[in-house]
């Protein structure tokens, strides 16, 4: 079975501005979709146009990114003309690819329509879907930071039951040599045609951090009016893809976030506990270091906490908007004919499952953001007491120190002044006693050595009296004092 009026729209959702810009700043990767859309035009798709791409955008001045450039324009648009023709290029089946891109701005997101086909009423077979380069299509070339979407369109001749069976077929070539499996998601109906949901996932990817990559198809199988009613909607159509994918990004960062706020709540619990146990010690210095040592790394986890609810808390009001948002996409699509009911589940699934989810993660968290700070608080008030105090006691002891070294300088002062005055008021007594005769004594006993020695010994055995009642009265004003 062949497609005929087949087109091949890549559907690229980028970030360029995220909350902690200001409101005249963008990402530091804001160029990006824009850069590897132009690589491929280097590369497996060698449109010219699109090799030439910066030079057709506004946010470029002089083929350097300048999204200052975005004032002069229509905030919605970021071509100069409303589409830009990226010419043809041959195929080795002797039919053209032709190439046309749509460039927007979409509030804080950069949204591109890549969108290839054959030349006019020529018939793509499934291995004829593998010379539109599906391969170069993927996430990891495009890098769109909130997800893409691969929108193939066709009219074929045949049963609805045909029609699924050519779907899985076509969902298994766009992903042929690619890390990608294409897994069925729901079938519906699209402006009168059928239309298949794939998502594509990387089997490799255990911890599904990959970003969404969805496979929609659809299959004209009873002429219906489907191009002529999306291009009266299209508009509203490429917001509530945008849509859909930042809500999808949302409820991915904001798991991630409860997941970090879980491991800090963890950390932070320990860390008081230990904290409380080393309260509970008997005190002494190397206690009160360990006290502050472990205090000091509390602050930064707290920091890291608080941010992770309050990032919840951002992603809760994000989620309600784009669902709002999403609604209002909804709603004016239906106007120009019937959307699919599985588009309106996504909506239904976002309110009432993701965002109480959110909301319940942060019911759970937000009460211990408190208590880990009273507990902190009460823990800092501990230590500083407990410094104050020691560094009270260290200056009492210092104040003893110094008085007992003072009384021990009056004490040997005190001695040798008494030992002076009781050696000057014995010095004759000395001659007399050791020498009363020089004649009848003897010699040494009346040597200079002799009377030195005699005068200190006099004067130790005179100063210790009074050098203790010093000492005594000295004490005991220490002992009043404390």
Known sequence: M??????????????????????????????????????????????HQLKELRSHLICYNNN???????????????????????????????????GNLQAFRLHDTYAADFTLYPDANQ?????????????????????????????LYGEVDGTIDKCGELANKCAIALLTDTDFNPVFQDQDNFFGSLLFAFEAVNPQDSQNIQLPYQLLITLNYQQAQTIEQAAQGYDWLIDLLCCYHKIRFIKSQASQRYRDARHLYSQ?????????????????????????????????????????????????TALTTNTTNYDTCLSNLAIFGNIPKSWQDFLQQSRDRDLAQIQTDLNYLTPTQA??????????????????????????????????????ITFVSTGLAVSG??????????????????SA????????????AFHIILGIIVAIPFAALVWR?????IGNRE
């Open 473 to 477: 009265l000295q004490n005991k004003g």
């Open 421 to 438: 005055v009781s050696s000057q008021v014995a010095d004759e007594s000395a001659k007399t006693i050791l020498c009363p005769s020089p």
């Open 268 to 316: 932070l619990d320990q860390d008081i506990d230990k904290l409380s146990e080393l309260i509970a010690t008997d005190q002494d210095y190397q206690r009160l270091e360990n006290l502050k040592s472990e205090l000091t790394k509390l602050p930064k986890s707290t920091i890291n906490y608080n941010q992770c609810l309050g990032d919840l808390q951002t992603h809760h």
């Open 64 to 98: 350097k990114y300048d999204p200052a450039q975005e004032a002069r324009k229509s905030p919605y648009k970021l071509t100069y003309t409303d589409s830009v023709d990226l010419g043809s290029i041959p195929t080795k089946e002797g039919f053209q690819i032709h």
């Open 2 to 47: 062949t497609i005929k009026n087949f087109t091949l729209s890549l559907y690229g959702f980028h970030l360029c501005q995220s909350f902690a810009n200001t409101l005249d700043e963008v990402d530091e990767d804001a160029s990006l979709l824009w850069e590897n859309l132009a690589k491929l035009g280097e590369t497996a798709l060698p449109f």
């Open 371 to 408: 208590t880990f700070q009273q507990a902190i608080d009460a823990i800092r008030g501990t230590v500083e007491i407990e410094q104050i105090q020691s560094d009270r006691a260290r200056e009492e002891a210092i104040q003893n120190r110094q008085q007992r070294l003072e009384v021990f």
């Open 123 to 151: 018939e793509i077979s499934i291995p004829q879907l593998q010379l539109f380069q599906p391969q170069s299509l993927l996430p990891t070339t495009i890098e769109a930071s909130l997800g893409q979407t691969l929108w």
């Open 441 to 452: 004594s003897p010699p040494f006993l009346c040597s200079s050595f002799t009377a030195i």
